[in-house]
């Protein structure tokens, strides 16, 4: 257990103790924290290095550890802390040997932190009612040491090339310390402090070119002009003479340079070429680019004019009744005239299409300059910090080894390491999920070097393997082909270690449990009680260390199940090094040479939520909160990249993609990068619309040449104080008619309203003294939690997000270049048990997390809701399309599953419609045309209802022998023909200018009216139940397919039947339109007066119904073609009363005495 008690001073130099105490071993050993933890940045440049941020106005505050009092005052006194971490007894526990108790008695021989080892090797658990629990686990694979070499300089903070001989002690020391210390130091050595041996005076002299000196001798430093100063009032300067003497070489900036080089001082080569002075570091990160306006504006037009010719044809036929069905045609009006509104709704917000690129190159320039400064005297990065949120729920339906590669994709990704964080939520709490990131973690030693090595595309393991095309294309490395097949070879243990993890799991649990029964039984016998009663043992789960698993048991245990364990927290890969660590050469344990790659990984953390009957967990949207709370903690990167656990980074460079647009100039009021999601894993023919290609390349497209394109879940760059409910620095005002009107303004110093209605939570600029209030206002734990550790974390995260001094805009902040370029906070066992305490179960009670912080609880789509209330607090998104894509996943190929994933998300959006989330109350910061593309997100699933009406017109028009006009006449057709043009042509534009097929688009339509009549029909009645009966609505996770072994179908999914009663009504829409085809075509046949114009009008729209519900009918008879029994009797029994209706209403011509029903 931890226990904690304030005190005014601490014995040991640092002011956090840990004692580490294990059962049965009577040993405890003190731990001490390498520096004072602090949940602020270390940076000088940082707005909160010199003081720290109250939470409160003042007083006290109650922690979240445990009970801990902190005080918190302006003078900033020191914090001292005292823990006690107990270890509890398990059976067969062993005690901690002389190996794992040593290097807590001191450092290590690699001059590490013993703490660092109990961190990463330790498994923190915790929650409601419970101890927080630190238990030490046997790690068996060894971290890289960080050893330096001994050709590396020994001096603090230099690792260049050491110079032997400099000392007898035999201390490593490079030219340039050893210059220095004879220069500034006397001529001692560092080591061992005695006076250098033969020191000629020539060695305090510094080597190189001397620098060019103006008149009288005086020295021009580096990067300085030697004209002097005509300002200067003791000298007289011969600016003509100067010019000859020095062939006009002024340093930068001069206008004539000299053919032979130039000289800025020590150091410098004569020959090199003049730096560059164009205008690349000023160049823009990102470029917008329209679509071509011959293809735009006629699109533009062709909607107006569609829009004019739905206008006139709804007059036309409101105007023109059906006298003879009257029934018939108000059904019909009604329906077109929804169906208009819903194309209005879904059409106008694609005015303004964009694209946009990126340039990396800039980037990289920018933020990672290859040259060293003053600022940046390590050549360290300056970007700010990405932690990456993976989130699995079921290793069941979401393979462990789907998760494994997601994760080992994100280690190797190309970004700064020691910038990444990799935070993966496990919602089930299970032990195959555990040791699977445990196995992932150990491979990555391997892969992650492969990767950067040979420059490897994509960077998942599985994906990589499986390519069709040649490997050894674009590479040029000799060695690529035998260390190729070392890490397939590898890569193919370790998918047989992940697949078997659940049955070793259980064999290794029944041999536990059966020694704990024998146990039980053996000390039965030694009280004296009857040893033929049962033993009641719970059946544990057990790790490979023979301790129980904190978290969900096979059997289901109190406090051990899916929705009642401890919260868990581990590390399984501990923070890197800023400075680089190389590999050796392949010998008989590494099996790729590493002496020129960079061997160090990003951190990566295994985290599992504390659930307990009678808490709302709120699924999705609480496990990823949950995170944000823990990552601000321990790494607080600015920036947060949520994926699936089946959405894995096929593009290496997307995280520096997104990076352009949240770094580039105006990029602070960006709230997210939003990429689209692309699938693998699809039939060919796309039967069921699973690439979605209209909605991610048309209506995103689209959205963001708007206010940005809306959250859809996953493959998303966050701003993590956007997360945080905070308003943006600038924001806009659309007032008048249509928005016309735009008021701009600066929410950093606008202040508060006086009534206290105001919804803003701002964070204020640095110089506004009088916004402190305001900001400790909106800092207290109402809103936040009491966790002091996370509040002091949000100005931290708010500096590493803001763009440069020379890019900031008006009313914004910015920080200077370089400031960035620092070495990460080290973590220690405080941190882990303030990240275990915020991830409690009871933690968000009376705050507002999930209201207005983090995702946003009440809605089974929180993505949407939660990109809404950024874009309605007036932020903005972009969206970044990426050659290779960013990103890739699997999708439903089962029609089955493909129903139940379109059910869930047309539910969400009912839930939007009547909850405060709706676009009809959105605020004057959110464009007219983007409220209107929200509004239709909560209003499409309505759309079902006319749909389903207008499928059954075309067979009650066959049955009855009417139809929706009274006459087939040349108006009708008219305007039947030319909305259709419209519609055509509006297509073909929208497949130049977005890229896509005409296949995709036929796809679309087709699965819409699925869809349509089936799921969103099922999603408007289980909103409705919600919103008037309170009746809650749980769905089940969809399931992610694992891939398919050698000699497996790959698409043997698609055919597989699961009957759902989402399948009645599209099959009853098309056994209802066959009939009454044959019924109608029999009855003109045999009618004296056949009228052959209203048979063909009912069997074109029919036939338009059935082409539409074509895919649906061929993923029901499934690879033989064979209907399932209960679809068909039940399809089939509908269709015959509804046939039986029809034709009884409307008999055939002639006598209709054999028609009636007489009872006896």
């Known amino acids: ?41 270390n940076n000088p440049n940082s707005p909160v290095s010199n003081s720290r941020l109250r939470g409160s106005s003042g007083g006290n505050r109650r922690a979240s550890s445990g009970g801990r009092y902190v005080s918190m005052s302006k003078d900033g006194a020191e914090e001292c802390l005292a823990y006690t971490v107990h270890i509890p007894p398990t059976p067969d526990r062993r005690a901690v040997s002389e190996s794992q108790s040593s290097f807590i008695d001191g450092r290590t021989s690699t001059g590490e932190h013993p703490l660092g080892c109990y961190i990463k090797d330790t498994i923190y658990t915790g929650g409601f009612n419970s101890l927080t629990r630190a238990h030490v686990i046997e790690n068996s694979v060894d971290e890289p040491k960080g050893v330096k070499s001994e050709l590396i300089c020994g001096m603090k903070g230099c690792d260049e090339k050491a110079q032997d001989g400099q000392c007898e002690c ?12 004879i220069g500034n130091g006397q001529g001692y050595c560092p080591g061992c402090k005695e006076p250098y041996k033969d020191v000629s005076d020539d060695e305090f002299s510094e ?29 007289d300067f011969d600016h003509t003479r100067w010019l000859f003497e020095t062939k006009g070489t002024y340093g930068y900036g001069n206008a004539v340079w000299p053919k032979d080089g130039y000289e800025i001082g020590r150091g410098t080569d004569r020959a090199d070429n003049p730096p560059e002075f164009n205008e690349r570091r000023n160049r823009p990160l990102t470029r917008k680019v329209g679509v071509s306006a011959a293809i735009l504006s006629p699109y533009r037009l062709l909607m107006f004019a569609r829009l ?20 018939l045609w108000i059904m019909s009006v009604v329906c077109e005239s929804w169906f208009a509104l819903s194309w209005v709704l879904d059409q106008f917000p694609k005015l303004c299409p964009v694209n946009r690129v990126t340039d990396l190159s800039v980037l990289k320039e920018r933020f990672e300059p290859s040259a060293l400064n003053l600022r940046n005297p390590k050549g360290l990065s300056d970007l700010p910090g990405v932690d990456v949120f993976v989130s699995t729920a079921d290793p069941e339906k979401e ?37 699977a990131l445990a196995e992932a973690a150990s491979f990555a030693r391997i892969w992650v070097p492969f990767c950067r ?7 998942n393991p599985e994906t990589y393997f499986g390519l069709k095309r040649d490997p050894l294309k674009n590479k040029v490395r000799l060695d690529f082909v035998r260390e190729r097949r070392r890490v397939k070879r590898e890569y193919d243990e370790f998918k047989v270690r992940i697949n078997a993890l659940p049955e070793s799991i259980r064999r290794r649990s029944d041999a536990y449990n059966a020694q704990a029964e024998l146990r039980g039984k053996k000390k039965m016998v030694e009280v004296g009680e009857n040893s033929l009663n049962p033993v009641k043992v719970p059946k544990a789960t057990w790790m490979s260390d023979a301790s129980h698993w904190p978290g969900t048991w096979s059997s289901a245990e109190e406090g051990h199940s899916r929705g009642d364990h401890e919260g868990i927290i581990q590390i399984m890969l501990v923070p890197p090094n800023p400075d680089p660590i190389y590999g050796t050469e392949a010998d008989g344990e590494n099996l790729i040479n590493t002496t020129d790659v960079d061997t160090r990984l990003p951190m990566l953390v295994y985290v599992s939520r504390e659930k307990r009957p009678g808490f709302d967990h709120n699924k999705k949207a609480g496990a990823m909160n949950a995170l944000v709370r823990t990552s601000a903690i321990m790494s607080n990167g600015s920036f947060i990249l949520n994926l699936d656990c089946d959405h894995y980074i096929y593009n290496s460079l997307a995280l520096r993609e997104g990076m352009c647009f949240m770094l580039d100039r105006g990029g602070d009021k960006i709230c997210y990068v939003q990429f689209p999601q692309r699938f693998e894993g699809i039939d060919p023919n796309d039967r069921y619309a699973n690439h979605n290609t209209v909605f991610f390349d048309v209506s995103m497209r689209a959205l963001d040449g708007l206010q940005g394109p809306m959250y859809v879940g996953t493959g998303c760059v966050f701003r993590r104080i956007a997360l945080y409910g905070f308003s943006p620095p600038r924001a806009t005002e659309h007032r008048g008619w249509f928005g016309g009107r735009k008021i701009k303004f600066s929410l950093r110093r606008r202040k508060a309203a006086k009534n206290g209605e105001d919804d803003d939570m701002i964070l204020p600029m640095k110089e506004d003294q009088d916004d402190g209030d305001e900001f400790t206002k909106a800092l207290i734990p109402h809103r936040f939690g009491n966790s002091t550790s996370l509040i002091d974390s949000i100005a931290v995260a708010e500096f590493g997000g803001r763009l440069l001094h020379e890019l900031r805009g008006r009313g914004s902040q910015g920080r200077p270049a370089g400031s960035l370029a620092v070495q990460r906070e080290p973590l220690d066992a405080s941190a882990l048990a303030e990240a275990i305490s915020v991830i409690t179960c009871f933690y968000e009670e009376k705050t507002e997390w999930g209201k207005r912080v983090g995702w946003i609880y009440g809605s089974v789509t929180e993505d949407v809701v939660t ?6 607090r007036g932020w903005r998104s972009v969206y970044c399309v990426t050659k290779p894509d960013a990103f890739r996943g699997t999708a439903p190929i089962n029609l089955t599953d493909r129903l139940n994933q379109v059910l869930r998300w047309a539910t969400g959006s009912v839930e939007i419609f009547f909850s405060r989330n709706n676009a009809l109350f959105a605020t004057r910061r959110m464009k007219l045309l983007q409220r209107v593309a929200y509004f239709n997100v909560g209003m499409y699933p309505f759309t079902s209802i006319f749909l389903l009406t207008y499928c059954f017109l075309p067979a009650f028009s066959l049955f009855s022998g009417k139809f929706i006009v009274q006459s087939l006449n040349a108006t009708f057709l008219v305007f039947l023909l030319a909305i259709t043009i419209t519609l055509s042509m509006l297509a073909i534009l929208e497949i130049r200018w977005s890229g896509i097929t005409l296949h995709d688009w036929w796809r679309n339509e087709q699965f819409w009216l699925i869809g349509g009549t089936s799921a969103h029909l099922a999603a408007v009645f289980q909103g409705l139940l919600k919103v008037i009966a309170g009746v809650d609505i749980s769905f089940t996770l969809t399931s992610k397919s694992a891939a398919p072994e050698d000699g497996d179908d790959e698409f043997a999914e698609l055919y597989q039947f699961r009957f759902t009663v989402l399948m009645i009504p599209p099959l009853t829409i098309i056994l209802v339109n066959m009939t009454a085809i044959a019924v109608g075509v029999f009855r003109t046949l045999y009618s004296p007066f056949p009228q052959w114009s209203k048979l063909l009008g009912g069997v074109f729209f029919s036939f338009w119904v059935l082409s539409h519900l074509y895919p649906f009918a061929k993923g029901l008879m499934g690879r033989r073609g064979k209907i399932p029994t209960i679809v068909f009797l039940w399809s089939t029994l509908i269709c015959i009363i509804i046939s039986l209706l029809a034709v009884y209403i409307y008999p055939p011509s002639g006598r209709q005495d054999y028609m009636t029903f007489q009872f006896p």
Request: one cysteine or more; aromatic letters at 8%; a positive charge.
């Open 867 to 872: 990109g809404y209330r950024m874009h309605n």
């Open 170 to 181: 035999g201390f490593k020391i490079c030219q340039d310390c050893y210059l220095e210390c």
């Open 308 to 327: 004019a010719a739905l206008a006139c044809f709804l007059t036309w036929r409101i105007s023109n009744p059906n006298r003879e069905a009257m029934w």
């Open 399 to 435: 393979p462990p080894l789907v998760t494994a590669n997601t994760v080992l994709s994100i280690l190797a990704v190309d970004y700064p390491v020691e910038k990444l964080a990799c935070y993966v939520s496990d919602d089930g709490g299970s032990l195959v999920t555990f040791e």
């Open 207 to 235: 080597p190189g070119p001397l620098p060019r000196t103006g008149k009288g001798g005086v020295k021009v430093e580096k990067n300085f002009s030697l004209v002097q100063s005509f300002k200067a009032p003791n000298h």
């Open 453 to 459: 090595k040979h420059k490897i595309e994509p960077r």
């Open 1 to 41: 257990m931890v226990k904690m008690a304030a005190s005014s001073s601490s014995p040991s130099s640092s002011p956090v103790t840990i004692t580490v105490s294990s059962s049965g071993t009577g040993q405890a050993v003190g731990l001490t924290s390498p520096i004072r933890r602090f949940s602020v940045s």
